[in-house]
């Protein structure tokens, strides 16, 4: 059974920076793209940065753009999101998903499989 494990989140002040790891394992299902969403309380999940586990192109949300960097390594089946210079906006649960990209990579109904989430929690 394919199990995606996350974990980095926490408590950071505006402007600070956190690490989030996704552990990918089990399973014989073998997807093309990783994606990290988010949710705040009382919100929908929403896209926040995808990856193609080929090549390592990468899509970000205008809201993370140039502050969120999202990397992978094929050898430790590991995807990785890089967040800088947060803000209290971005405080919510993450989410890493994997998926085969065949229904777009911004919507969260194309994903197969869901890690737990790891809490970030921004304060201002």
């Known amino acids: 059974q394919v199990q995606l494990v996350e974990s980095g989140g926490g408590l950071v002040q505006a402007g600070g920076s956190l690490r989030l790891v996704c552990v990918i394992s089990g399973g014989t299902f073998k997807s093309d793209f990783m994606g990290w969403f988010r949710q705040a309380p009382g919100k929908e999940r929403e896209f926040v940065a995808a990856i193609s586990w080929s090549n390592a192109a990468t899509m970000y949300a205008d809201s993370v753009k140039g502050r969120f960097t999202t990397s992978r390594d094929s050898a430790k089946n590991t995807v990785y999101l890089q967040m800088n210079n947060l803000i209290p906006e971005d405080t919510a649960v993450y989410f890493c998903?994997?998926?085969?990209?065949?229904?777009?990579?911004?919507?969260?109904?194309?994903?197969?499989?869901w890690g737990q989430g790891t809490q970030v929690t921004v304060s201002s």
């Open positions: 998903g994997a998926t085969s990209g065949s229904r777009g990579l911004r919507n969260n109904a194309g994903y197969d499989y």
